[in-house]
């Protein structure tokens, strides 16, 4: 069965610091990977979204990056973290070439201070 | 743009009452899917029901059903005999496809349920 690992669970970083956040997806091929965020408990954002290797779409322009190393890899990234960078980070994938539901990991929670 | 609208932040029904959700949407896009998932206090994002948009019958899944009026673009969802684990945030989203490799998921503002005994 298909499994997503999103770490670290939490985390707490200075303003100005780098960010680095991971997630895998085990158990399945050439999947679509998603980054969202979520502030103060509301809506979903779709920050990244990527269908293959190298492959990154940006939809919000900002203080982000994503990259996709290998296959089943997706990393969040941050240069300098700003304050307005706090919240609670989700990765997701779908089958790729398709229309299917997203299956979440269990989320971020980043503190920028 | 694609936008997802839920204009109840804040619902609370009494335990077996029967309760409902709205959401409209705005797309152009013919083909399309559309979700409700919930979120309960430990924030693990749940798949609760899907419909596709060309299927005119409405999705049911358990307690849970939803009804898509499509010209309205209205997708409301109703959870019947409700229950205290029903207690969550619940948030409409659908679904486009991109260039014909795979989909993309927008969410609305999310309505808080609370279930009360």
């Known amino acids: 069965s298909q499994t997503i690992h999103q770490w670290p669970a939490t985390l707490v970083q200075p303003v100005g610091s780098p960010l680095s956040l991971e997630c895998t997806v085990e158990?399945?091929?050439?999947?679509?990977l998603y980054w969202y965020r979520q502030a103060a408990g509301r809506g979903l954002q779709l920050l990244f979204y990527s269908v293959g290797i190298g492959q990154i779409s940006s939809e919000v322009p900002q203080n982000l990056s994503a990259s996709r190393p290998q296959d089943r890899q997706f990393i969040l990234s941050s240069k300098k973290l700003l304050l307005s960078d706090s919240g609670f980070y989700l990765c997701?994938?779908?089958?790729?070439?398709?229309?299917?539901?997203?299956?979440f990991g269990n989320g971020t929670r980043l503190t920028v201070t | 743009a694609q936008t997802v609208t839920q204009s109840q932040p804040e619902m609370s029904v009494q335990e077996a009452e029967t309760v409902t959700l709205s959401c409209t949407y705005d797309t152009s896009e013919n083909n399309y899917y559309l979700f409700w998932y919930k979120q309960p206090p430990s924030r693990q994002m749940i798949l609760v029901i899907r419909q596709e948009a060309y299927k005119q019958q409405n999705a049911t899944e358990n307690r849970f059903s939803v009804n898509f009026q499509k010209a309205a673009k209205s997708f409301s969802l109703k959870i019947s005999d409700s229950q205290l684990g029903d207690t969550a945030m619940y948030f409409c989203?659908?679904?486009?496809?991109?260039?014909?490799?795979?989909?993309?998921?927008?969410f609305g503002q999310g309505t808080e349920l609370s279930v009360k005994p």
């Open positions: 989203a659908f679904m486009i496809m991109i260039y014909n490799q795979g989909g993309k998921l927008i």
């Open positions: 158990g399945t091929s050439n999947p679509n």
């Open positions: 997701a994938w779908n089958p790729g070439h398709s229309l299917s539901p997203l299956h």
